[in-house]
């Protein structure tokens, strides 16, 4: 699980996109658009609003991904 309590920066690389930013909720996002949020689980979600990132990537659920977070220093 993902618990995120400071501001911090994204990279994360899935596929042929790149997400530099987390979405807060689905209703964030255009209609088709891909984006990248954690969810209500607190786990990593890559989706695709109103559709099937399962048909939109041609992946199932579980496949390994790179993801980098970095945190500002104070």
């Known amino acids: 699980?993902?618990?995120?309590?400071?501001?911090?920066q994204t990279n994360?690389?899935?596929?042929n996109h790149r997400f530099d930013s987390l979405k807060r909720t689905y209703s964030d996002a255009e209609k088709g658009e891909v984006l990248c949020l954690i969810g209500s689980s607190g786990l990593l979600e890559i989706s695709v609003r109103d559709?099937?990132?399962e048909d939109f990537f041609?992946?199932?659920?579980?496949?390994e991904m790179?993801?980098?977070v970095?945190?500002?220093s104070p």
């Open 1 to 8: 699980n993902i618990r995120l309590t400071k501001p911090f």
């Open 12 to 15: 994360i690389q899935f596929s």
């Open 51 to 53: 559709g099937s990132s």
């Open 58 to 63: 041609g992946v199932k659920e579980g496949i």
């Open 66 to 68: 790179k993801v980098e």
């Open 70 to 72: 970095s945190v500002p």
